[in-house]
C-alpha cells in the first residue's frame, strides 16, 4: 500500500539513530556520555508530585477533561503577573497544550493554509520547520548567526517574504544556539510584525535558564506583544516534568481561540491530574527553580572551559540548557564528525545540520550531567585526538 506524501516531509529521526547506536556502544561495554538529548536529569518539585497524586486518586478525575478548570486558568494568569510583570491575561488567552510540540502543530495550522509562508530561525527546534510543513506551509528561512550573536536580525528579511508570510516563530532563550532575547531585538520583533500583519509565536521554554546574572522574561511583557503574538509556556524544564507534557499558549485572544477550535477536535483535554500537577507548579515555592538554574549554569562553565581548554572555541551558551559549539579543526559536515566523535569518545551529540542548514559546522550539546561527568567527557574527547 502507499502512505501519505505527509511522511516524505520529513527525515529520518536523528535522536533516533543516535540512540539505537548508543544502546550498541553500551552492551558492547564502552563508557557512553549522551549529551544529545535534553531530558533533564533533575528531580519534580515534591508538592507537584503529590499534587497529581492527590489528584489521581479520585475517581471523578479520571473522565474526560473537555475543558481547563477555572483554578488553571487563573494559575497562569496569575503566573504571568507574579513571575513576569505581564498583567492583563485573562482566562480567555489561556489554552493548555500537551506539549509546546503538540501545542504549535495546532497553532500553525490554525494561522496558515497550504501554500502559505511562515518565517522560521534558522537553525531551529526541528518542530518550528515541521509543523509549518504538517499544516501545508511553506518554511522561509531567517538565519541565527554568529555575526548577530545567533539572535533574529530581521532587516535581512526581503519585504516580499515578510509580507507573504503568515506567522514568524521566535525562540529565546534560544535552542539550540543557546542565545538570550534583549529588548532591543523583541522590540524589532513586535515592530516587524505590525509592519508587515502577522502573528508572532514566541516559544518560551528556557525562561528559567538564563546565566550570567541576567533573568528570563516573557515576549509578552514588552508593549504591543499581546497585539501582535503568542506564547507558549512550558513547565517541562523548569519543574523538571517533561514527561507530563504541561504546556500553555499564551496571548491573542482571537489566536488563542483559532488554536482552540482545532484542538478540540484533536483530544479531550489535559489529564485532571496533570492540571493539579500544573496548578502546584505554578502557584507553588520557586527557590528550587533558581536553585537549579544556578546549578545548570555550574555545568555550562565546567563544559565551555574543559572544551575551551582542549582546543575547541569557547560555545555559544547564554541560556537553555544547551550549548551550541563550532566543530573544531575546520570540519563542517556535523553528522560525520558527530558519528565518528560517538565512536572514537563515546560522547553523543546532535549534528548541528539536524536543526537546519545554518546549523552545519556546529554540535548541540545538552546539559544533562553533572560537572565532573561533562569534564570527564571532555577529557574523552580530548583523548580520542578530536
Same mark, same amino acid.
Given at each position: ?6 511522511? =516524505? ?26 549529551? /544529545? ?20 486518586? %479520585? ?8 475543558? &481547563?478548570? =477555572?483554578?488553571? #486558568? ?41 501554500? &502559505? ?23 522561509? !528561512? ?20 515578510? =509580507?507573504?508570510?503568515? !506567522? ?8 539550540? @544556539? ?20 502577522? @502573528?508572532?509565536?514566541? %516559544?518560551?521554554?528556557? /525562561? =528559567? ?42 496571548? $491573542?485572544? %482571537? ?23 500544573? *496548578? ?24 565551555? &572551559?574543559? #572544551? ?54 556546529? *554540535?548541540?550539546?545538552?546539559? *544533562?550531567?553533572?560537572?565532573?561527568? #561533562? $569534564? ?11
Amino acid at each position: 500500500m502507499e502512505f501519505s506524501q505527509r511522511l =516524505d516531509l520529513f527525515g529520518d529521526e536523528v535522536f533516533a539513530a543516535l540512540g539505537a547506536r548508543r544502546r550498541e556502544l553500551e552492551a558492547a561495554g564502552r563508557r557512553v556520555f549522551d549529551l /544529545s538529548v535534553g531530558t533533564p536529569d533533575f528531580e519534580p518539585p515534591a508538592h507537584v508530585v503529590e499534587a497529581l497524586r492527590q489528584s489521581a486518586a %479520585d475517581p471523578a478525575n479520571w473522565r474526560y477533561s473537555l475543558h &481547563d478548570t =477555572d483554578e488553571l #486558568l487563573a494559575a497562569v494568569c496569575s503566573y504571568y503577573e507574579d513571575r513576569y510583570g505581564v498583567g492583563g491575561i485573562t482566562p480567555d488567552m489561556v489554552m493548555s497544550c500537551r506539549g509546546t510540540q503538540e501545542g504549535l502543530v495546532h497553532v500553525c495550522a490554525a494561522l496558515s493554509d497550504p501554500g &502559505d509562508v511562515a518565517l522560521v530561525p534558522d537553525p531551529c527546534y526541528p518542530v518550528f520547520q515541521n509543523a509549518t510543513l504538517l499544516a501545508g506551509a511553506r518554511p522561509a !528561512y531567517y538565519r541565527l548567526t554568529a555575526e548577530h550573536g545567533f539572535l533574529p536580525h530581521l532587516a535581512d528579511v526581503p519585504a516580499d517574504v515578510a =509580507d507573504a508570510a503568515r !506567522y514568524l516563530i521566535v525562540s529565546l532563550p534560544a535552542n539550540p @544556539v543557546g542565545s538570550v532575547g534583549t529588548p532591543e531585538v523583541y522590540e524589532e520583533v513586535i515592530a516587524f510584525a505590525r509592519e508587515h500583519d502577522l @502573528v508572532v509565536i514566541h %516559544d518560551n521554554a528556557y /525562561s =528559567d535558564i538564563v546565566f550570567d546574572g541576567e533573568r528570563g522574561g516573557s515576549f509578552l511583557a514588552y508593549p504591543g506583544a499581546l497585539e501582535v503574538g503568542v506564547e507558549f509556556l512550558s513547565l517541562s524544564k523548569s519543574f523538571n516534568v517533561t514527561g507530563a507534557r504541561l504546556s500553555f499558549l499564551v496571548g $491573542r485572544p %482571537d489566536v488563542v481561540a483559532a488554536a482552540r477550535k482545532l484542538r478540540s477536535q484533536i483530544d479531550f483535554g489535559m489529564f485532571y491530574p496533570e492540571q493539579a500537577a500544573a *496548578v502546584a507548579a505554578l502557584t507553588g515555592p520557586r527557590e528550587a527553580v533558581e536553585r537549579q538554574r544556578l546549578l545548570y549554569q555550574e555545568r555550562r562553565d565546567a563544559l565551555c &572551559d574543559a #572544551l575551551v581548554e582542549a582546543g575547541w572555541e569557547r560555545p555559544n551558551a547564554h541560556g537553555s540548557m544547551f550549548v551550541w559549539a563550532r566543530i573544531p579543526g575546520g570540519r563542517t559536515d556535523s553528522v560525520a564528525f558527530a558519528l565518528e566523535l560517538m565512536e572514537r569518545s563515546g560522547v553523543i551529540v546532535t549534528p548541528g545540520a539536524s536543526f537546519g542548514p545554518s546549523g552545519e559546522g556546529f *554540535v548541540r550539546m545538552a546539559l *544533562v550531567m553533572p560537572p565532573e561527568r #561533562l $569534564r570527564e567527557a571532555v577529557a574523552a574527547i580530548a583523548a580520542a585526538g578530536m
